[in-house]
């Protein structure tokens, strides 16, 4: 096969040229050179000379602390008995005292000599003939201090750190930087080891982790953990979780403010509704107590209508009595009169005189009968008219007064009616010719232009635009700029309510503001005015509106306008309402809206159906007013129709109230005959004819003395008859007027104050449930009902008392429970108490809650949710979807490692005959930890479709879920986060061993388990080699020209036969690499034909190293001295 790089010369690459070391473990006070002079070498000697103390100072050169393994040829993997510290003071051996019984440390230097050190490696890159000399220097003051150089030029320690160069205060870092231009001196090793790491074109860290792993390692392993730890990059997962962390805590909080929110709305719930409950109560305790305090004036009130309906009855019974006695005694009256004429006449028997008498009283009651038939005729026409009986008799007569009264009292509600009915008209007169007068305006300023908006807000905007000096299209109202599309004219009602008020908005340029804030401020506009400052891209980058089905999607904005970026982004932001009468579609819509007008905002629903608000005349939108200038001139038509028949109305009732007024008059006329005897004329009739009798028996009878005697015996025992009644009736006269006056007394003393509607109608439900509607027709009945009534009242106030004391106290509790909340909600929520500090849990602050609830329903929860998935959408789902892209981007990073790994291992012979060549590979792995965890990430990351364009909440809710889930588990488990996120685990990795001949794979190796001890070194040794090629860059064409090509391996050839051992060096060499081969003298054969130097390490009195170089010429003339110095030492 070919050699690995056949462009790659063996002058590529930095090469180290030589190493000196000044002050190091048992290389004491002289300057030590190792030349190697860019070839591959040997390093050899007795055990324990000093060849690993070289070998660590390179490896101190070239590998960070943490990384850097010494003493590796010892067998142990990481040796505790030497560092820095103990190579700076030069530990060499223990002595023990037999003075203090304790061992002691031997040490070359000594504090009070203020030794440093000095460890410098010089490399070369003959190709692009570029340098670079990499120092450390070393001195004690108080602790070990470091400095680490790297410089361009080419230094060495005796002229540039020793001979006085070296000073504890610094100076030797200024002189050092003044004499050689870009030379970098810095305490910080990762800092050093970045500025060579770039010089010699190192992939990253694990190339001087590799470094490391090349001087000790004799046998692979575990092939996994080779790969995954030292060829393989360790990604900075950690730092991808945490800023997917901190998109997560920002959603979290935002969740959190949702969750706060609901917590709230749940705690707050029962209390709103204890709240109702609690003031139906209170409410039920004060109409009680009304219903209480206003039973005595309603039940005295119908005490008094039952005492005023007994006292008519007695008023008619007196007036019956009264004017009985009155007949009585104008009876009396004549018969007195007549008995003293009979008297007279008898004592001077005239019967002339008698008869004259007669004559004359004859005449009197003719007066009398003539006078009372005319007021007979006139009751009996005022009776005609009003349609009651004519010549009544005296309980007819009464009769008729309750007809009459009766009648009257329907007139004069009546003619009341009419009253109100005819202000009522004029009043309603009034306002149409008001709103004519309106409509007149409004269609004259709409002929002379073409929008919808009303005329009050017109005049403004003229008052303004004059002040201004621009014209009035400078300052439109929205409305104006936006219509309804002629195609969505059945969704034309729902939209108009929606974007009614925003239509009203006037829309004021940037640089009009000043001017038009001072003008309102300083003038009363006498209506509502809201105006926004639309300012130069003041608008958010445009968005597509959210549904097919959108309101925005049904109108259209007014061409050429410049506020056209300004109405879609407001429009966007505010009314991305979802057109639906699909109650399903508006239910799990976030915004929605039916042809009906019912709306959804999240949680607030709204329909409002209020006069006015869905007539076409009341629209706003639209830049032609045409048809709402029609609907303006049908309006005007039926408000003059309507003005024509208010005006009919009123004449008509004008008419009613005349045709009321003449009955009422008449009725006065009627009811002014309130006695009886002023139209009885009947009686007077009988006595004419009793008169008329005595005159005939007078003038027929002879014995005329006789006729008088008998006459008087007849009128006195009539007189005494009539003395009689009249005795009586004076009886029940004066029962009945004692009757009336204690009824009238007990009328007078009860208090009844008037009762409004709604008092009355508190009485009438309560009497109601007490089936107490009947009225009473008795006192007694009535003071019955009272009792009821009253027992009734005490018992449910004391119930209502107790109920409403027992929901106060669940109210106080709950709200003690809200403003001091359990140790669970205080820990989850620790802003709470910012929102109850204001708040006291008793019940006059139940208004404040409510204003609380409302705030966080209405307002604070929907701001928190559209934040929420504003976040969501814009940050987390972004930061989920780019840390799962690049979680599996590993992967493929890896895989793509593993391809450039196989280009040089396909390019090596592993064995021969026949020959083979080695290939890496990967599969997953079947661990069901990072199994579950792919499972929860692939469940975090969104169905765009499903998300974005189906705005499923639910699914977005899932989504949150599974996100929480994820970061959850990642965040509290850091041992199995940083396993299933360190994408090497999720692979297994082996090599195939396939024949050169046919490509043909036929062996695969896990470990090294199963391979003897040589076949162990060689696969080790070949998947090094390939590392190194990786990380060092040698197989990548921009960097193998100054990449670093050098290693050492010590102990290199223990335990290998010498087939192996050729293997590695002719490996080696196929890598173009300059090696440095550690080991003792008896294995010198094997590396011999490979190398170009011998550097021979000897220990002087166990306590100082030295160290020679030699050309193989050189060391094989002096080969046996060699071998009897290593004996020696």
């Given at each position: 096969m070919?050699?690995?790089?056949?462009?790659?010369?063996?002058?590529?690459?930095?090469r180290?040229?030589y190493?000196?070391i000044?002050?190091?473990g048992?290389?004491?006070?002289?300057i030590?050179?190792?030349?190697t002079?860019?070839?591959?070498?040997?390093?050899?000697?007795a055990?324990?000379?000093?060849?690993?103390?070289?070998?660590?100072?390179?490896l101190?050169?070239?590998?960070?602390?943490?990384?850097?393994?010494?003493?590796?040829?010892?067998?142990?993997?990481q040796r505790?008995?030497?560092?820095?510290e103990?190579?700076?003071?030069?530990?060499?051996?223990k002595t023990?005292?037999e003075d203090?019984?304790q061992?002691?440390t031997?040490?070359l230097?000594?504090?009070?000599n203020?030794?440093?050190?000095?460890?410098l490696?010089?490399?070369?890159?003959a190709?692009?003939?570029h340098?670079?000399?990499?120092?450390q220097?070393?001195?004690?003051?108080?602790?070990?201090?470091?400095?680490y150089?790297?410089?361009?030029?080419k230094?060495n320690?005796?002229?540039?750190?020793?001979?006085?160069?070296?000073d504890i205060?610094?100076?030797w870092?200024?002189?050092?930087?003044?004499?050689?231009?870009?030379t970098?001196?810095?305490?910080s090793?990762?800092?050093y080891?970045?500025l060579?790491?770039?010089?010699?074109?190192l992939?990253?860290?694990?190339?001087?982790?590799?470094?490391n792993q090349?001087?000790?390692?004799?046998v692979?392993g575990?092939?996994?953990?080779?790969?995954?730890g030292?060829?393989?990059?360790?990604?900075?997962a950690?730092?991808?979780?945490?800023?997917?962390?901190?998109?997560?805590?920002?959603?979290l909080s935002?969740?959190r403010?949702?969750e706060?929110?609901?917590?709230q709305?749940?705690?707050?719930?029962?209390?709103?509704?204890?709240k109702?409950?609690?003031?139906?109560?209170q409410?039920?305790?004060?109409?009680?107590?009304?219903?209480?305090d206003?039973?005595?004036t309603?039940?005295?009130?119908?005490?008094?209508?039952?005492?005023?309906?007994?006292?008519e009855i007695?008023?008619?019974?007196?007036?019956?009595?009264?004017s009985?006695l009155?007949?009585?005694?104008?009876?009396?009256?004549s018969l007195?009169?007549?008995?003293?004429?009979?008297?007279a006449?008898k004592?001077n028997?005239?019967?002339d005189?008698?008869l004259?008498s007669?004559?004359?009283?004859?005449h009197?009651?003719?007066?009398?009968?003539?006078?009372?038939?005319n007021?007979m005729?006139?009751?009996?026409m005022?009776?005609d008219r009003?349609?009651?009986a004519?010549n009544?008799?005296?309980?007819?007569?009464?009769?008729?007064?309750?007809?009459?009264e009766?009648?009257k009292?329907?007139?004069?509600?009546?003619l009341?009616t009419?009253?109100e009915?005819?202000?009522?008209?004029?009043?309603?007169l009034?306002?149409e010719r008001?709103?004519a007068?309106?409509?007149?305006?409004?269609?004259?300023s709409f002929?002379?232009?073409?929008?919808?908006?009303?005329?009050?807000?017109i005049r403004i905007?003229q008052?303004l635009?004059?002040?201004l000096?621009v014209q009035?299209?400078?300052?439109?109202?929205?409305?104006e700029?936006?219509?309804?599309?002629d195609?969505?004219?059945?969704?034309?009602?729902?939209?108009e309510?929606?974007?009614?008020?925003?239509?009203?908005?006037l829309l004021?340029p940037?640089?009009?503001?000043?001017?038009?804030?001072?003008?309102?401020?300083?003038?009363?506009?006498q209506?509502?005015?809201?105006y926004?400052?639309v300012?130069?891209?003041?608008?958010?980058?445009?968005?597509?509106?959210?549904?097919?089905?959108?309101?925005l999607?049904?109108?259209?904005?007014?061409?050429?306008?410049i506020?056209?970026?300004?109405?879609?982004?407001?429009l966007?932001?505010?009314?991305?309402?979802?057109?639906t009468?699909?109650?399903a579609?508006f239910?799990?819509?976030?915004?929605?809206?039916?042809?009906?007008?019912l709306?959804?905002?999240?949680?607030?629903?709204?329909k409002?159906?209020?006069?006015?608000?869905?007539?076409k005349?009341?629209y706003?939108?639209g830049?032609?007013n045409?048809?709402?200038?029609?609907?303006?001139?049908?309006?005007?038509d039926?408000?003059?129709?309507?003005?024509a028949?208010?005006?009919?109305?009123?004449?008509?009732?004008?008419?009613?109230?005349?045709?009321?007024?003449?009955i009422?008059?008449?009725?006065?006329?009627?009811?002014?005959?309130r006695n009886?005897?002023?139209?009885?004329?009947q009686?007077?009739?009988?006595?004419?004819?009793?008169?008329?009798?005595?005159?005939?028996?007078l003038?027929?009878t002879?014995?005329?003395y006789q006729?008088?005697?008998?006459?008087?015996?007849d009128?006195?025992?009539?007189?005494h008859?009539?003395?009689?009644?009249k005795?009586?009736?004076?009886?029940?006269?004066?029962?009945?007027?004692?009757?009336a006056?204690?009824?009238?007394?007990?009328?007078?003393?009860?208090?009844v104050n008037?009762?409004?509607d709604i008092?009355?109608?508190?009485?009438?439900?309560?009497?109601?449930d007490l089936?107490?509607?009947?009225?009473?027709?008795?006192?007694?009945e009535?003071?019955s009902?009272?009792?009821?009534?009253?027992d009734?009242?005490?018992?449910?106030?004391?119930?209502?008392?107790?109920?409403?004391?027992?929901?106060?106290?669940?109210?106080t509790?709950?709200l003690s429970?809200?403003?001091?909340?359990p140790?669970?909600?205080?820990?989850?929520?620790?802003?709470w108490?910012?929102?109850v500090?204001d708040?006291?849990?008793?019940?006059?602050?139940?208004?404040?809650?409510?204003s609380?609830?409302e705030?966080?329903?209405?307002?604070?929860?929907?701001?928190?949710?559209?934040?929420f998935?504003?976040?969501?959408?814009t940050?987390?789902?972004?930061a989920?979807?780019?840390?799962?892209a690049w979680?599996?981007?590993?992967?493929?990073?890896?895989?793509e490692v593993?391809e450039d790994?196989?280009?040089?291992?396909?390019n090596?012979?592993?064995n021969?005959?026949?020959d083979?060549?080695?290939?890496?590979e990967c599969?997953h792995?079947?661990?069901?930890?990072?199994?579950n965890f792919?499972?929860k990430?692939?469940n975090?990351?969104?169905?765009s479709f499903?998300?974005h364009?189906e705005?499923?909440?639910?699914?977005?809710?899932?989504?949150?879920?599974?996100?929480?889930?994820?970061?959850t588990?990642?965040?509290?488990?850091?041992?199995?986060?940083?396993?299933?996120?360190?994408?090497?685990?999720?692979?297994d990795?082996?090599?195939?061993?396939?024949?050169i001949?046919?490509?043909?794979a036929?062996?695969y190796?896990?470990?090294?388990?199963?391979?003897?001890g040589?076949?162990?070194?060689q696969?080790?040794?070949t998947i090094l080699?390939?590392a190194?090629?990786y990380?060092f860059?040698?197989?990548?064409a921009?960097r193998?020209h100054?990449?670093?090509?050098f290693?050492?391996?010590?102990?290199?050839?223990?335990?290998?036969d010498p087939?192996?051992s050729?293997?590695?060096?002719?490996?080696?060499?196929?890598?173009n690499l300059?090696?440095?081969?550690?080991?003792?003298?008896d294995?010198?054969?094997?590396?011999?034909p490979y190398i170009?130097?011998?550097?021979?390490?000897?220990?002087?009195n166990?306590?100082d190293s030295?160290?020679?170089?030699?050309?193989?010429?050189?060391?094989?003339?002096?080969?046996?001295?060699?071998?009897?110095?290593?004996?020696?030492?």
């Amino acid at each position: 096969m070919s050699t690995l790089f056949n462009s790659d010369s063996k002058e590529s690459g930095f090469r180290l040229h030589y190493l000196e070391i000044y002050n190091w473990g048992t290389f004491h006070n002289k300057i030590y050179r190792l030349n190697t002079n860019g070839n591959t070498s040997l390093l050899t000697g007795a055990n324990g000379s000093g060849k690993t103390t070289l070998i660590d100072a390179l490896l101190t050169l070239l590998v960070p602390a943490g990384k850097r393994f010494y003493n590796q040829s010892s067998g142990t993997e990481q040796r505790k008995d030497r560092g820095e510290e103990s190579y700076f003071w030069g530990y060499y051996g223990k002595t023990f005292s037999e003075d203090s019984l304790q061992s002691k440390t031997e040490q070359l230097r000594h504090k009070e000599n203020n030794p440093y050190s000095v460890l410098l490696a010089y490399f070369y890159n003959a190709a692009t003939m570029h340098q670079i000399t990499l120092a450390q220097v070393r001195w004690h003051s108080g602790e070990l201090k470091r400095q680490y150089i790297v410089s361009p030029h080419k230094l060495n320690i005796n002229d540039h750190f020793g001979n006085g160069k070296f000073d504890i205060k610094g100076d030797w870092k200024k002189r050092l930087r003044l004499e050689f231009p870009k030379t970098e001196i810095t305490d910080s090793f990762k800092e050093y080891s970045a500025l060579f790491s770039n010089i010699f074109g190192l992939r990253s860290e694990k190339a001087l982790s590799l470094f490391n792993q090349t001087v000790g390692i004799k046998v692979l392993g575990d092939l996994n953990t080779f790969i995954r730890g030292q060829m393989l990059e360790e990604t900075d997962a950690e730092a991808e979780f945490i800023k997917l962390r901190e998109n997560y805590d920002s959603l979290l909080s935002s969740h959190r403010a949702i969750e706060k929110d609901e917590t709230q709305l749940k705690m707050l719930g029962p209390i709103i509704d204890n709240k109702t409950a609690w003031q139906q109560l209170q409410d039920r305790n004060r109409e009680l107590q009304m219903l209480q305090d206003i039973l005595p004036t309603w039940f005295n009130k119908q005490e008094k209508d039952i005492l005023e309906k007994e006292l008519e009855i007695l008023q008619k019974e007196q007036t019956v009595t009264t004017s009985a006695l009155s007949g009585i005694n104008e009876h009396l009256q004549s018969l007195n009169l007549r008995k003293d004429e009979l008297i007279a006449q008898k004592a001077n028997n005239s019967v002339d005189e008698q008869l004259r008498s007669i004559e004359k009283s004859i005449h009197y009651e003719q007066k009398a009968l003539e006078a009372k038939r005319n007021k007979m005729e006139e009751y009996n026409m005022l009776a005609d008219r009003l349609e009651l009986a004519p010549n009544p008799d005296e309980q007819q007569f009464h009769e008729n007064i309750t007809g009459a009264e009766q009648l009257k009292g329907g007139h004069d509600k009546q003619l009341e009616t009419l009253q109100e009915e005819i202000f009522h008209h004029k009043s309603s007169l009034a306002a149409e010719r008001s709103q004519a007068s309106r409509l007149e305006e409004e269609i004259d300023s709409f002929l002379h232009r073409k929008n919808n908006i009303p005329y009050e807000l017109i005049r403004i905007r003229q008052q303004l635009a004059e002040m201004l000096d621009v014209q009035e299209d400078d300052l439109p109202f929205a409305g104006e700029l936006i219509r309804v599309k002629d195609a969505e004219i059945h969704w034309e009602n729902a939209i108009e309510k929606v974007l009614h008020n925003f239509g009203l908005r006037l829309l004021v340029p940037e640089e009009y503001i000043m001017d038009i804030n001072r003008y309102i401020n300083s003038n009363n506009l006498q209506t509502r005015l809201v105006y926004h400052k639309v300012e130069e891209e003041s608008y958010t980058m445009l968005r597509m509106p959210s549904e097919k089905e959108s309101l925005l999607q049904k109108i259209d904005i007014k061409p050429g306008t410049i506020f056209k970026e300004w109405l879609q982004s407001q429009l966007l932001d505010q009314f991305d309402y979802t057109c639906t009468d699909d109650m399903a579609v508006f239910n799990r819509s976030r915004k929605a809206v039916t042809s009906n007008g019912l709306t959804r905002q999240a949680t607030r629903h709204e329909k409002d159906d209020r006069p006015n608000r869905g007539q076409k005349n009341n629209y706003v939108l639209g830049w032609n007013n045409k048809n709402k200038l029609r609907l303006l001139k049908e309006e005007q038509d039926e408000c003059n129709n309507n003005i024509a028949t208010i005006q009919h109305s009123i004449s008509q009732l004008e008419d009613s109230r005349k045709a009321v007024t003449t009955i009422n008059t008449l009725l006065n006329a009627f009811l002014s005959l309130r006695n009886y005897s002023e139209i009885s004329w009947q009686s007077h009739a009988g006595v004419i004819e009793s008169f008329t009798r005595e005159k005939t028996q007078l003038l027929q009878t002879s014995d005329k003395y006789q006729v008088i005697c008998d006459q008087l015996d007849d009128i006195t025992a009539q007189l005494h008859a009539r003395e009689k009644e009249k005795e009586r009736t004076l009886q029940e006269k004066g029962r009945l007027d004692d009757k009336a006056a204690e009824k009238l007394r007990h009328f007078n003393q009860l208090k009844v104050n008037k009762l409004d509607d709604i008092s009355l109608q508190y009485i009438l439900e309560y009497l109601t449930d007490l089936s107490l509607t009947e009225p009473a027709e008795t006192a007694i009945e009535l003071a019955s009902y009272r009792k009821r009534a009253d027992d009734n009242m005490k018992a449910t106030m004391q119930d209502a008392m107790r109920q409403s004391a027992e929901k106060e106290a669940e109210i106080t509790r709950q709200l003690s429970a809200f403003v001091m909340p359990p140790k669970a909600i205080h820990d989850a929520y620790p802003d709470w108490l910012g929102d109850v500090t204001d708040l006291q849990p008793h019940v006059k602050y139940l208004e404040e809650f409510t204003s609380l609830y409302e705030r966080i329903k209405f307002q604070r929860l929907i701001e928190h949710k559209e934040r929420f998935r504003k976040y969501m959408d814009t940050s987390m789902l972004n930061a989920i979807t780019n840390y799962r892209a690049w979680i599996y981007g590993q992967e493929d990073l890896i895989r793509e490692v593993m391809e450039d790994l196989n280009e040089p291992l396909r390019n090596i012979t592993f064995n021969k005959n026949p020959d083979t060549y080695l290939q890496l590979e990967c599969r997953h792995v079947k661990d069901v930890e990072i199994r579950n965890f792919k499972e929860k990430l692939s469940n975090a990351v969104p169905d765009s479709f499903k998300y974005h364009q189906e705005k499923d909440e639910a699914y977005g809710d899932e989504l949150f879920n599974n996100i929480k889930l994820l970061i959850t588990e990642l965040q509290q488990n850091e041992a199995w986060r940083r396993k299933v996120t360190d994408v090497r685990n999720w692979l297994d990795f082996g090599a195939k061993e396939f024949y050169i001949a046919d490509n043909k794979a036929f062996k695969y190796y896990e470990d090294t388990a199963s391979l003897s001890g040589g076949e162990k070194a060689q696969f080790t040794y070949t998947i090094l080699g390939a590392a190194i090629a990786y990380q060092f860059g040698i197989n990548e064409a921009n960097r193998q020209h100054r990449s670093l090509r050098f290693i050492t391996v010590d102990e290199a050839f223990s335990k290998l036969d010498p087939e192996k051992s050729h293997y590695l060096m002719e490996y080696c060499g196929q890598l173009n690499l300059q090696l440095l081969v550690v080991t003792p003298l008896d294995k010198l054969n094997i590396a011999e034909p490979y190398i170009h130097a011998c550097h021979f390490v000897a220990n002087k009195n166990k306590r100082d190293s030295v160290v020679y170089n030699f050309t193989m010429e050189e060391y094989r003339d002096r080969k046996k001295e060699f071998e009897s110095m290593a004996v020696m030492s």
